[in-house]
């Protein structure tokens, strides 16, 4: 099982030793890619040292912030370059907890995308603001409504796809970035009629630095939701959505 996880840093010095051994202890057979955008603190020196003790490790430098999205697609092309045949998108923040690796690689064996959701029974936002849940939930519950989408966390970043579906869904056209890159992705995904599995997870704020949520990545992924409305319509009525419990136990079946 050759797994991948994609992970853009920026300003993440800080994360990275407890981050790199915690990724290994729940997945010791995976990769990490760090996609670093030139960070004044020195992420990409730290991480390079991790890459040179440990060749699971490695980085790709790039001259300055080219987005979230760019950081992404990127990444996608040098997994399938490399024939990896699970690929994960994870933050560096640890609120996307490594723990749960084994329960998405349980999940992705019925699956074509596993989303790690926080609006599941088992997924929550323990310390968020009621004004960050209103805009987030929100944003997915017009998502999910105006694109047709089963998914219930649709905007969620910490994700594993199976190489079969990026070729599927031609990833190198998508432009957005922030959440509407991650809102995109889900409804190409069904689009092809692929399958879709969520699983629960708890969202913990960043440890350390502060959040890269502003308002123009809302503003981006409301005009990305209402574009493809009307460009292309609500996808096709998914034939195959799973949803696992807490436990990692199949909960919800396919919808046909």
């Known amino acids: 099982m050759n797994i991948l996880l994609i992970i853009p840093v920026y300003n993440e010095r800080d994360n990275i030793p407890q981050l790199v051994p915690a990724i290994f202890q729940a997945a010791p057979q995976a990769h990490i ?4 955008d030139n960070s004044p603190d020195g992420t990409g020196a730290l ?25 992404y697609k990127t990444g996608f092309q040098m997994a399938l370059e490399r024939n990896y045949d699970y690929i994960f998108e994870m933050d560096a923040d640890f609120s996307h907890d490594p723990k749960y690796l084994p329960d998405f690689l349980n999940a992705i064996e019925q699956a074509d995308l596993v989303i790690g959701s926080r609006y599941i029974p088992g997924g929550s ?9 209103f805009i987030s939930g929100g944003g997915n519950i ?6 047709g989408l089963p998914a219930h966390d649709c905007t969620s970043g910490y994700r594993c ?27 190409q995904t069904f689009r092809k009629h692929l399958r879709v599995a969520e699983i629960p997870i708890v969202f913990m704020d960043r440890r350390i630095g502060q959040s890269k949520m502003s308002r123009g990545i809302f503003i981006e992924a ?35």
């Open 161 to 187: 796809y199976r190489r079969q579906t990026l070729e599927a869904i031609n990833f190198a056209n998508i432009q957005s970035q922030g959440y509407s890159f991650q809102v995109e992705l889900v409804y």
């Open 47 to 71: 991480i390079q040292s991790y890459a040179n003790a440990d060749n699971r490790v490695h980085l790709l430098s790039r001259p300055g912030k080219m987005g979230l999205g760019s950081a």
């Open 222 to 256: 409301f005009k990305f939701v209402t574009g493809a409305f009307f460009k292309y319509g609500r996808a096709p009525k998914p034939r195959k959505y799973l949803r696992f419990s807490p436990q990692g136990k199949l909960v919800s079946k396919p919808l046909a």
């Open 125 to 133: 936002t323990p310390n968020w603001t009621a004004l960050r849940r």
């Open 33 to 36: 890619l760090f996609i670093d």
């Open 142 to 147: 017009f998502a999910r409504f105006m694109l």
